[in-house]
């Protein structure tokens, strides 16, 4: 009945993350931290069941590191919920299922090659993923009681179209899902299908000016790191490309490190990958070591070692290229933000040789002033380091670009955010001003009122002018 009235659930003062219902409408799911901040948010929650009408919050289980999307079964027996398997773990990339009001712990996805980003229930005994796999995506099912001779569970695909899924959602009683997706030909857009059929047929159609744009084309390549190591990346191709001829390469470095670029629609403001291509370059998007999409050991693959084997991951790519004769590794340019920004700036100075132009958006560039100023110290050091500055302190400060100034000799543009909490503006400062003294090209860009990244449409467009002038003016 609708009653207009305001019930208070429970006075424990817990910081509520999200939360979920079960079937029935008798309990509430939440994670929550006992205090606010944007490190604890990311790694000290837990999950609580709360009974309604009003009750205590109970911790369902014991969790350590990262969580992520949870999901009650349709009996409301069991939750599935996404979690790190360790408190250094980058990610809350694998599925673990709890009786809900309480019992033993079982993880489904251990040994997956993937990471799992979402999770839902199919039946009581069958879960739907959602998952980077690579630098695609997937959606696949898998029991949680039947399993392979290895003990691993036992995963099918259900869809068969390549499309880059953002989110997914199924409804048991018409056996249908609800997709958003993209792919290089469009931004994402709403579909429909069923895991039975295996496709999805697309019902929006948002932006049908680009069915008259000329698009560039891409790809998924593979490459072999200096260890050894296979890595992805995705390359758009030159608009107009021909073969045989070698062009300028711009990288363009998703952050994280454990973000990951797909083989999807790859442009937005910033990363402007298609107006790169539309102007003449060859473009690169890395999933080095350390990215999401292949699994826990891969994306711990960087620890105590940032900027180190990783960044060789990045300079492989680009003498793949050029040994293909693709690309004038003469001509190079590098860009990015957030640790996107941290290896175009790691780039601009320890392997300032490698290129004629960088972009440094709000990137790291001290780790030692770094580590005091940020809002996640914690996850920082714990799950990307898996060390402490002030335990490493020469390895930490000897992969900070500021000390590899006196190498720098790469025209360098650098934007950033007047608001940025998670990595502050001094960060850029202090690159803008070494280069300066150093009497090395650069421009220093800070937008007001913005934080980690640009939302203004004005500051976007100012950005996106002058990232292309600036490549084309020290690239080309």
Do not use: C
């Not at 309604?52 to 027996?77: C, N, Q």
């Not at 792919?183 to 948002?206: C, D, M, Q």
């Not at 490190?257 to 083989?263: K, Q, V």
């Not at 293909?324 to 941290?342: A, K």
């Amino acid at each position: 009945m609708k009653t207009g009235n305001i019930r208070k659930l429970f006075k424990q003062d817990l910081h509520i993350r999200s939360f979920i219902w079960t079937s029935d409408s008798r309990s509430i799911i939440f994670q929550a931290t006992a205090k606010t901040g944007a490190d604890r948010d990311l790694m000290f929650r837990q999950i609580y069941r709360v009974q309604v009408p009003g009750g205590i919050p109970r911790k369902i289980v014991a969790t350590t590191g990262k969580l992520g999307m949870m999901s009650v079964s349709p009996d409301t027996e069991k939750l599935a919920y996404l979690g790190a398997v360790s408190e250094n773990d980058p990610l809350a990339q694998n599925v673990f299922v709890i009786p809900i009001k309480g019992g033993k712990t079982t993880l489904l996805t251990d040994g997956f090659k993937e990471s799992v980003q979402s999770v839902d229930w199919v039946d009581d005994e069958t879960l739907l993923l959602k998952s980077l796999r690579g630098s695609k995506t997937a959606l696949s099912i898998i029991s949680i009681t039947s399993s392979s001779p290895e003990g691993i569970k036992e995963q099918t695909d259900v869809l068969t179209q390549d499309l880059i899924v953002r989110s997914v959602r199924y409804n048991r009683n018409t056996e249908k899902l609800i997709l958003t997706g993209n792919k290089n030909n469009h931004p994402t857009e709403l579909f429909a299908g069923s895991i039975k059929s295996g496709g999805v047929r697309r019902l929006t159609y948002s932006n049908l000016f680009l069915d008259e744009v000329n698009l560039a084309a891409q790809e998924v390549i593979t490459w072999e790191s200096q260890d050894g190591m296979k890595i992805e990346g995705v390359l758009t191709y030159p608009l107009n490309y021909r073969e045989g001829k070698r062009y300028p390469l711009i990288l363009m470095i998703h952050g994280g490190p454990e973000g990951t670029s797909l083989d999807g629609w790859t442009t937005g403001s910033l990363y402007p990958v298609q107006l790169l291509a539309a102007e003449g370059y060859m473009v690169l998007q890395p999933n080095y070591r350390g990215s999401g999409g292949r699994g826990v050991v891969f994306s711990k693959g960087d620890h105590d070692d940032l900027g180190g084997m990783e960044y060789m991951d990045v300079l492989s790519g680009i003498d793949y290229l050029a040994e293909r004769n693709m690309i004038d590794p003469q001509h190079v340019g590098t860009g990015g933000w957030s640790y996107g920004g941290y290896f175009s700036a790691w780039g601009a100075t320890a392997h300032s040789v490698r290129f004629k132009a960088a972009m440094v958006g709000a990137g790291l560039t001290n780790w030692i002033s770094f580590a005091g100023t940020t809002d996640i110290p914690y996850e920082m050091s714990v799950v990307h380091w898996d060390s402490w500055w002030y335990d490493e302190m020469d390895l930490h400060w000897e992969r900070s670009p500021l000390a590899h100034i006196n190498n720098a000799q790469t025209p360098t543009l650098v934007i950033h955010g007047q608001k940025d909490d998670r990595v502050h503006p001094e960060q850029s400062r202090e690159l803008w001003q070494a280069l300066r003294l150093k009497g090395i090209a650069t421009e220093l860009v800070i937008y007001p009122r913005e934080p980690h990244g640009l939302l203004e449409r004005a500051h976007k467009l100012d950005y996106m002018d002058r990232l292309v002038n600036w490549y084309n003016k020290y690239v080309k």
